[in-house]
C-alpha cells in the first residue's frame, strides 16, 4: 500500500495567517492527489483533486502544490470557517490510502 | 444531484455480520463511468478506503479486509450494500457510502453512519 504521511498533526493560527500543511507519498503518485476538508459530524467535502486544481466553489485562499512525492495544501488568509480536519488522499492505486489528518484551530 | 443515504443497525455484537445499504436518489447505480464505494473511518483518524462495487458485478477489496468484506449492488432498489463479517471492537467506526467518478475521484458522499461493535 502506498502511505501517506501527512504533518503537522495539528496547528492554531490566527485570522489572517497563512497556514501550511504537508503529506509525502511513500511512493511516486504522479499527481493523483486529492485534498479534503472535514467538519466535525460530517463527510469529508473534497478541495482541491489532480494536487493543484481547485474545485468549482471553494474559494481560491485554498491552493495546492506539489514537489515530486511531496505534496502541500495552503491556505493563503485564515477564516473563522476553515477551523476543521484537513486530509491528504491518494487515488494513484489501490487500494486508495489517506493522511492520518491535520487539525487547523482558528 | 445524486444524493447517497446509508442505513442499516448502529449497534453491532462482535463476531457478526456488519450489514449496510446505501440508498441512491437522484441518479441511477447502473449509470456508465461510475462506482460504489465505502469507506470508514475511526472517530479521530484518517479514513480507510474499504473497497468498491460495480452494477456489472466488478469489485474491489482493501487487501487488509478482502476476506471479510462483500458488497454488492440491487439495481431494481438502486442501492448498494456492504456486508462484513467476523467484527472486532476494531471494526467501530463511521461508515461511509460514496461514489468514485471516471476520475477516481469520490464526488459524492452520504452523511455516514456510526457503528460501534459491543456485546
Known amino acids: 500500500d502506498i502511505q501517506m504521511t501527512q504533518s503537522p498533526p495539528s496547528v492554531s493560527a490566527s485570522v489572517g495567517d497563512r497556514v501550511t500543511i504537508t503529506c509525502r507519498a511513500s511512493q511516486a503518485i504522479d499527481n493523483y492527489l486529492t485534498w479534503y476538508q472535514q467538519k466535525p459530524g460530517t463527510a469529508p467535502k473534497s478541495l482541491i483533486y489532480g494536487a493543484s486544481s481547485l474545485h468549482s466553489g471553494v474559494p481560491t485562499r485554498f491552493r495546492g502544490s506539489q514537489s515530486e512525492r511531496d505534496f502541500t495544501l495552503t491556505i493563503a488568509s485564515l477564516q473563522p470557517e476553515d477551523c476543521a480536519t484537513y486530509y491528504c488522499?491518494?487515488?494513484?492505486?489501490?487500494?486508495?490510502?489517506f493522511g492520518q489528518g491535520t487539525k487547523v484551530e482558528v | 444531484q445524486v444524493q447517497l443515504q446509508e442505513s442499516g443497525p448502529g449497534l453491532v455484537k462482535p463476531s457478526q455480520t456488519l450489514s449496510l445499504t446505501c440508498i441512491v436518489s437522484g441518479g441511477s447505480v447502473r449509470t456508465a463511468g461510475y462506482y460504489w464505494s465505502w469507506v470508514r473511518q475511526v472517530p479521530g483518524k484518517g479514513p480507510e478506503w474499504i473497497g468498491y462495487t460495480h452494477h456489472s458485478g466488478t469489485h474491489l477489496y482493501n487487501p487488509s479486509l478482502k476476506s471479510r468484506v462483500r458488497m454488492s449492488v440491487d439495481t431494481s432498489a438502486n442501492h448498494f450494500s456492504l456486508e462484513m463479517s467476523s467484527v472486532t471492537a476494531a471494526d467501530t467506526a463511521v461508515y461511509y457510502c460514496?461514489?468514485?467518478?471516471?476520475?477516481?475521484?469520490?464526488?459524492?458522499w452520504g452523511q455516514g453512519i456510526l457503528v460501534t461493535v459491543s456485546s
Open positions: 460514496a461514489r468514485e467518478n471516471g476520475g477516481n475521484l469520490f464526488d459524492s
Open positions: 488522499q491518494q487515488y494513484s492505486a489501490y487500494p486508495y490510502t
